[in-house]
């Protein structure tokens, strides 16, 4: 039934260890982007693909990567994680893009500790 | 700049009806959305709100006035489980996302 799915749901790195976050959906959105929330914050938009279209967020750090090999998995590659990267990785999905009510649905989340 | 602002927390009491506003600017206006997130997990989706008015959804009910750029979340009959932090989100004329912070709400009994 989960139809954004996020692997793993907690993921300890090492500062400066490269880390994968993946997720996939059921839903066949074309729209799947990656936010970073810490604590009583909003979420950040970190970056979104439309299909194979990629948008970085201006303020996105290049320590931050993201892949879409096809409609259903999108990851995000952390090259070195500082101890500031530590938070609540949330993938989402859309429809469409810029089509007014494109509600995001999102997955479950990753929580992220870098010691 | 763009901003979305929401009170940090509130408390109610469970069975009790509360409201949670929210104000904004942002370059544009293509919709209001509303999310709940429990503690730990991910935002889920509660509303959309594209015209001025009231939207009603079971005990969940959205109030939009653009001319104000003021939206409000309506919980009526409140439960211990509706204890989360309720996010407003506006769709500028970019149809970018601009999130507040979100609102803490607690219910005691």
């Known amino acids: 039934d989960a139809m954004v799915i996020q692997n793993p749901r907690y993921q300890v790195t090492q500062f400066g260890k490269p880390v994968t976050l993946s997720c996939s959906q059921t839903?066949?959105?074309?729209?799947m982007y990656w936010y970073q929330q810490k604590s009583s914050q909003a979420p950040k938009l970190l970056f979104h693909?439309?299909?194979?279209?990629?948008?970085n967020e201006a303020d996105t750090p290049d320590n931050f990567q993201s892949r879409r090999p096809n409609t259903s998995f999108c990851f995000l590659d952390i090259r070195s994680p500082g101890l500031g990267d530590a938070a609540m990785y949330l993938c989402a999905t859309s429809r469409e893009r810029g089509q007014g009510a494109d509600t995001q649905y999102f997955g479950p989340g990753t929580r992220l500790t870098v010691l | 700049g763009q901003n979305i602002d929401q009170p940090t927390e509130m408390t109610a009491t469970e069975g009790a009806i509360v409201q949670i506003n929210c104000t904004y600017q942002t370059s544009g206006f293509n919709g209001l959305f509303w999310y709940q997130q429990h503690a730990g997990e991910a935002p889920t989706f509660l509303s959309y709100n594209v015209l001025d008015g009231l939207e009603e959804k079971g005990r969940f009910s959205s109030f939009l006035s653009r001319s104000k750029g003021y939206s409000y979340l309506l919980l009526k009959e409140l439960q211990m489980k509706d204890s989360a932090s309720y996010l407003c989100?506006?769709?500028?004329?970019?149809?970018?996302?601009?999130w507040g912070a979100g609102t803490k709400l607690i219910i005691k009994p």
């Open positions: 693909y439309y299909d194979k279209d990629f948008n």
């Open positions: 839903l066949n959105h074309n729209v």
């Open positions: 989100a506006v769709q500028n004329s970019n149809y970018q996302l601009i």
